[in-house]
């Protein structure tokens, strides 16, 4: 899985001065002032100020984590790679380890990693499945299936691509939501990665929201 950054709009000032416009003010020089403001609309949960600064970032990932990711709606907008378009051999997530299922639950999360005996026999039949798929699917286009039609053979673990453009106050919601210690292990990388190039862009306004209440 891969965040990139590629462009964004604002910095910690345009929340202070989106916050102030109320009052018909505007400052040119951040300060600690502003600080305390930011602090303030985020602990109150004054989320607004927040949705004017943009980010945008290009993410890879498999589709089981991408359709995780893209249960958050609000403040975003996305353009995804399409099988219907593109016919080239698709990428696929293998993970650096298999776990368990938890113990006493049916419900989400792992639990340890498999030993070796297992995790070596789950890799060489998951290996196989996709190669499998992969075949499949290159004999239904050569074959002359419509594209759209012959990925439907594809695994959730295809790889994915999108281009995402989105609002400070959607990725912080994002970002705690989805590195919650009961979120699933690939999703919490993920939003490790999109953290890491968030928070140097706007310091102080990640800070704030990360100990604040914004949801």
């Keep these: 899985m891969k965040a990139e950054y590629l462009a964004h709009m604002g910095d910690d000032s345009m929340v202070t001065n989106c916050a102030r416009v109320s009052f018909r003010k505007w400052k040119d020089k951040f300060d600690d002032s502003d600080v305390r403001l930011i602090h303030y609309l985020a602990k109150h949960d004054h989320w607004t100020p927040f949705s004017h600064p943009q980010i945008q970032l290009r993410i890879t990932a498999p589709i089981f984590v991408a359709r995780q990711w893209f249960r958050s709606t609000v403040g975003v907008a996305r353009n995804e790679v399409s099988r219907r378009y593109v016919s080239d051999d698709p990428e696929f997530f293998y993970p650096d380890e298999?776990?368990?299922?938890?113990?006493?639950?049916?419900?989400?999360?792992?639990?340890?990693?498999?030993?070796?005996?297992?995790?070596?026999?789950?890799?060489?039949?998951?290996?196989?499945?996709?190669?499998?798929?992969?075949d499949g699917y290159n004999a239904m286009l050569t074959m002359g299936v419509a594209p759209?039609?012959?990925?439907?053979?594809?695994?959730?673990?295809?790889?994915?691509?999108?281009?995402?453009?989105?609002?400070?106050?959607?990725?912080?919601?994002i970002c705690k939501q989805r590195l919650d210690p009961h979120a699933q292990q690939e999703i919490q990388d993920l939003a490790t990665q999109v953290a890491k190039i968030i928070q140097p862009l706007f310091p102080v306004s990640w800070l704030a929201l990360w100990n604040g209440e914004l949801r």
Excluded at 148 to 170: D, H, N
């Design 98 to 134: 298999w776990r368990s299922r938890p113990d006493g639950s049916i419900k989400q999360g792992s639990g340890d990693p498999l030993d070796e005996a297992d995790d070596l026999f789950v890799r060489e039949t998951y290996d196989e499945v996709v190669a499998s798929m992969l």
């Design 148 to 173: 759209e039609q012959a990925r439907m053979i594809l695994p959730q673990s295809m790889e994915t691509q999108w281009i995402e453009t989105g609002s400070l106050a959607y990725f912080a919601r």
